[in-house]
C-alpha cells in the first residue's frame, strides 16, 4: 500500500506523520535516496493519456561555432591589410567597433582566444579533458597572425582591446619606470591561469574578465567594477588591461618579436622629428639612440654580470615563495576547500556545516576519499605552485637583464612586441602626410622646430 | 588634409626585404616551422572525437537545491530551469513541489503555491490526477519546487541547464558557485542529464 494517496491525501495528522516518518528516512539513508525516492508509484490512466516527455533544446550547432573560427580569421586579415597597407586610423576604429559589436556584445565575448589559454592548459597539463576544435583553433590564429603581422589582433579584433582603444579619449603618457615594472604582471596572470586551469580548479581569467559583464549587462560587482575602473582609466591611459594584465598579450609579445611584416611608421627616411613617439599611448614606439652611451662599455657589462649573477637568487626567492604559498593557492581548488572544512568539522573544531559539506554528506562519499584526493591536489599544487614562484622569479629577472641591454637604433621604430597595429602614429608622421597629401612637410625645411 | 581621409596605397611603403641576413633565414624557419605545427595540431583536433566541444549541465542526483543556480548564472533570468519528467511523477492533486510545507488548511488557492513566480501550472488529467506543467518563460530556476519534490514527492522534478537559453561560457559561473560540485561539461551531443522512471 501506498504511503501516501494521490489526490487529496491532506487530511491533518496523518499526512503530517506520514511526512515526518518519509523525512526521517530521508535524513537517516542518504545513500539510499535514489530508491527510496519513488514514494508515490505514477499511477495507471484509464483514458489513454500518455506523460508527455521534458523536452530538449540543443545548444548552439556547432558549425556556429566555426563560423565564429573563419569570422575571427577574416577579421585578422582584414586587421592586417588595414594596419599594414592601407595605414588608415578610421577604417581600424571601424573594424575595431565591429569586434565590439560582434565578439563582443552578439557573441558575448565568450570563448575568446584569451580565454583560451585555460582550455589548452586544461587539454595539455590537466586530465579528463580533450580540446575542442573551435578552441584550439581560436587559440592558434591570432598567434599565426601575429607571427607574419604582428600583434593586429590586439589591434582590433580583441573585443576587450577594441573596447578600450575606442574609451581612450584623452591619451596621456605613462612614465617609462611605471610602464616597465607593471609589465611584468601579465607573466604572473598567464601563470596563474595556467596553473588554475591545468589543475581542473578554475579559468580564473575568464573569472576576473573585466569586460565581459558589459557585453552581458550583467555580472557579479567585482567584474563591473573592474571593467569599469579599467576603463574609466583608460580613457586617459592606453589600453591598461592589454598593457599589464593580459596573459594572452604576453604569448603575442613573443610572437610578433619573430614577426615578419610589422608597423614601418614612415614611409621613407625617417627625419626623427620624435612626433609619433609623442602620439603612440602605448609606449609602443622606440626612439631612435642618436648619440653613443655616455658610459663606457665596461661599465655596461658590469651591471649585466651583477644582474646575471643574482638571476639564480632572484628565480629561488621565487620558487620559495611559491612553495610557500602553495596551501593558501591550493585551498581556491573545491575539493581542498571541501576536505579541509569537513576535516575541521570531524575534529569538532568547528560547528555547523557549510551548504558544500552539507552536500558532501548528502553524496554519501566516504570521507577519506575526499582527503585521498584532496591530498593528491594538494601535491600537485605544491609542485606547480613552486614552478610558477620560479616563472614570477625568470620573468624579473628577465625584466632586469632586458633593462641593462641598449640597443642601437637609426630611426624611431615600432617595438614590434609591444605595437598593437592601431595606425594612430601614422596620423602623426610628418613623412606619411607628405606621401598622403603631395606636400612637402615644413619640418623638412626648419628642423630647428623639432 | 580633410579631402583624402584615406592613404594612396599605390605607393604604400615597402617593407623590408628578408632573407638577407642569417637572422632573418632563422625566424623564416621558427615561423614555417610554427604554421605546420599549428596546422597539424588543428588537423589533429578537427579529426578528434571530442572536436564538437561540451557544454555545462546538472547532476540531478548531486543537486542539492540550493538555490544558486538562480542568482549566480550570468543570465537573468538564470539559463537553469525546472525541468519535469513526467514519467516518474506521481500526478498527486496537491503537489509538494507546488504547495508550500506549511499550508494552511486544505485550500488550493494561489497563495499556498510556493513557485516565487507561478511558473507550475496545475492541469486536471483525469479523477484524481493533475499533471504539474512548468512555464519556462516564467520559471527563474530558483529550485524550490524542486526540492520540495525531491525530499517529499517522487523526485521527478530537478533543474536543468537550458541550452536554448546557456550562453556556454568557458567558465561556468554556477559551476563554480554549486557547492554539491553538481555541474560539469558534458559532450554537446548529450547535452542533457535527464531522469528516467526507475524499473
Redesign the interface.
Known amino acids: 500500500m501506498p504511503l501516501?494517496e494521490?489526490?487529496?491525501?491532506?487530511?491533518g495528522k496523518r499526512s503530517r506523520l506520514a511526512?515526518a516518518a518519509?523525512?526521517a528516512v530521508?535524513g537517516a539513508a542518504p545513500a539510499a535516496r535514489?530508491?527510496e525516492?519513488?514514494?508515490?508509484?505514477?499511477?495507471e490512466?484509464?483514458?489513454g493519456?500518455t506523460?508527455?516527455?521534458?523536452s530538449?533544446?540543443?545548444?548552439?550547432m556547432?558549425w556556429l561555432?566555426m563560423l565564429d573560427v573563419a569570422l575571427l580569421a577574416a577579421a585578422l586579415g582584414l586587421a592586417a591589410w588595414i594596419g599594414?597597407?592601407?595605414?588608415?586610423r578610421?577604417?581600424m576604429r571601424l573594424l575595431g567597433l565591429f569586434s565590439v559589436l560582434y565578439f563582443g556584445f552578439i557573441r558575448?565575448g565568450?570563448?575568446?582566444p584569451v580565454?583560451?589559454i585555460?582550455?589548452v592548459a586544461l587539454a595539455a597539463l590537466g586530465s579528463g579533458?580533450?580540446?575542442?576544435?573551435?578552441?584550439?583553433?581560436l587559440f592558434?590564429l591570432p598567434?599565426?597572425a601575429s607571427?607574419?603581422f604582428g600583434r593586429v589582433f590586439c589591434g582590433a579584433v580583441c573585443p576587450l582591446g577594441a573596447i578600450q582603444d575606442l574609451a581612450l579619449l584623452w591619451p596621456r603618457r605613462v612614465p617609462a619606470w611605471l610602464d616597465s615594472a607593471l609589465s611584468v604582471l601579465p607573466y604572473a596572470v598567464l601563470g596563474i591561469g595556467v596553473l588554475y586551469a591545468a589543475a581542473g580548479t578554475?579559468?580564473?581569467i575568464?573569472?576576473f574578465d573585466p569586460f565581459?559583464g558589459f557585453f552581458?549587462f550583467?555580472?557579479g560587482w567585482l567584474a563591473i567594477s573592474l571593467g569599469a575602473g579599467l576603463l574609466l582609466l583608460g580613457t586617459v591611459v592606453g589600453r591598461p588591461y592589454c598593457r599589464w594584465l593580459c596573459p594572452y598579450g604576453v604569448l603575442l609579445r613573443w610572437?610578433a618579436a619573430?614577426t615578419?611584416?610589422g608597423v614601418?611608421i614612415?614611409?621613407?627616411d625617417c627625419i626623427q622629428c620624435h612626433l609619433c613617439a609623442d602620439a603612440c599611448p602605448f609606449g609602443a614606439i622606440s626612439p631612435a639612440t642618436l648619440e653613443a652611451p655616455a658610459e663606457p662599455r665596461a661599465t655596461a657589462r658590469r651591471r649585466l654580470g651583477r644582474v646575471l649573477a643574482v638571476t639564480p637568487l632572484i628565480v629561488a626567492a621565487g620558487a620559495l615563495l611559491g612553495w610557500l604559498g602553495a596551501p593558501a593557492v591550493a585551498r581556491y581548488d573545491?575539493v581542498v576547500s571541501l576536505a579541509e572544512r569537513v576535516y575541521l568539522e570531524e575534529a569538532g573544531r568547528v560547528k555547523g556545516q557549510?551548504?558544500?559539506s552539507?552536500?558532501?554528506r548528502?553524496?554519501a562519499t566516504p570521507t577519506g576519499e575526499l582527503y585521498r584526493q584532496a591530498l593528491v591536489k594538494r601535491r600537485w599544487y605544491g609542485g606547480a605552485t613552486t614552478l610558477f614562484g620560479a616563472w614570477c622569479g625568470v620573468v624579473v629577472a628577465g625584466k632586469l637583464i632586458f633593462l641593462t641591454l641598449r640597443r642601437r637604433r637609426p630611426d624611431y621604430e615600432a617595438d614590434q612586441a609591444a605595437c598593437v597595429s592601431c595606425a594612430r602614429c601614422?596620423t602623426s608622421c610628418p613623412i606619411?602626410?607628405e606621401?598622403?597629401?603631395g606636400l612637402r612637410s615644413p619640418l623638412r625645411d626648419a628642423p630647428e622646430q623639432l | 588634409?580633410a579631402g583624402?581621409?584615406?592613404?594612396?596605397?599605390d605607393?604604400?611603403?615597402e617593407?623590408?626585404q628578408?632573407g638577407r641576413t642569417r637572422r632573418d633565414f632563422l625566424?623564416?624557419g621558427?615561423?614555417t616551422g610554427?604554421?605546420v605545427a599549428?596546422g597539424g595540431?588543428?588537423t589533429i583536433?578537427?579529426k578528434?572525437?571530442?572536436?564538437?566541444?561540451?557544454?555545462w549541465q546538472i547532476d540531478p542526483?548531486?543537486c542539492?537545491q540550493?538555490g544558486l543556480c538562480a542568482t549566480n548564472c550570468?543570465?537573468?533570468p538564470s539559463a537553469v530551469k525546472c525541468?519535469?519528467?513526467?514519467?516518474?511523477?506521481?500526478?498527486?492533486?496537491?503537489c509538494f513541489g507546488l504547495l508550500k510545507d506549511k499550508?494552511t488548511g486544505?485550500t488550493l488557492s494561489v497563495e499556498n503555491s510556493r513557485c516565487p513566480t507561478d511558473a507550475i501550472k496545475r492541469v486536471f488529467?483525469?479523477?484524481?490526477?493533475y499533471?504539474m506543467h512548468i512555464e519556462e518563460n516564467l520559471c527563474i530556476g530558483c529550485g524550490i519546487c524542486v526540492k520540495g519534490c525531491?525530499?517529499?514527492?517522487?523526485?521527478s522534478m530537478y533543474l536543468q541547464i537550458?541550452?536554448?537559453r546557456?550562453?556556454?561560457?568557458?567558465?561556468c559561473g554556477i559551476a563554480?558557485a554549486c557547492?554539491?560540485?553538481?555541474i560539469s561539461?558534458v559532450s554537446?551531443k548529450t547535452?542533457?542529464k535527464?531522469k528516467t522512471?526507475?524499473a
Open positions: 501516501l494521490p489526490g487529496p491525501w491532506d487530511r511526512l518519509l523525512a530521508a535514489a530508491q525516492q519513488k514514494k508515490q508509484p505514477p499511477p490512466f484509464s483514458e493519456y506523460p508527455p516527455m521534458p530538449q533544446p540543443q545548444p548552439r556547432p561555432a599594414l597597407h592601407r595605414r588608415s578610421r577604417e558575448q565568450c570563448i575568446c580565454g583560451s585555460q582550455n579533458y580533450a580540446l575542442p576544435f573551435a578552441a584550439g583553433a592558434v598567434l599565426l607571427l607574419f578554475a579559468f580564473v575568464c573569472q565581459v552581458r550583467s555580472g610572437t619573430l615578419r611584416w614601418r614612415t614611409p621613407k573545491r557549510t551548504d558544500a552539507e552536500a558532501f548528502k553524496q601614422y606619411e602626410q606621401r598622403l597629401t | 588634409m583624402k581621409l584615406l592613404p594612396m596605397v605607393d604604400a611603403p617593407q623590408p628578408a625566424l623564416a621558427v615561423r610554427s604554421v599549428a595540431l588543428l583536433l578537427a578528434a572525437p571530442a572536436a564538437a566541444g561540451t557544454v542526483d548531486k542539492t540550493c550570468v543570465l537573468q525541468v519535469h519528467t513526467y514519467a516518474m511523477c506521481g500526478y498527486c492533486k496537491l499550508r486544505n488529467v483525469e479523477d484524481p490526477y499533471e525531491t525530499r517529499f514527492g517522487n523526485g537550458r541550452h536554448d546557456c550562453v556556454n561560457c568557458n567558465e563554480r557547492p554539491a560540485g553538481a561539461r554537446v547535452p542533457y535527464l522512471r526507475r
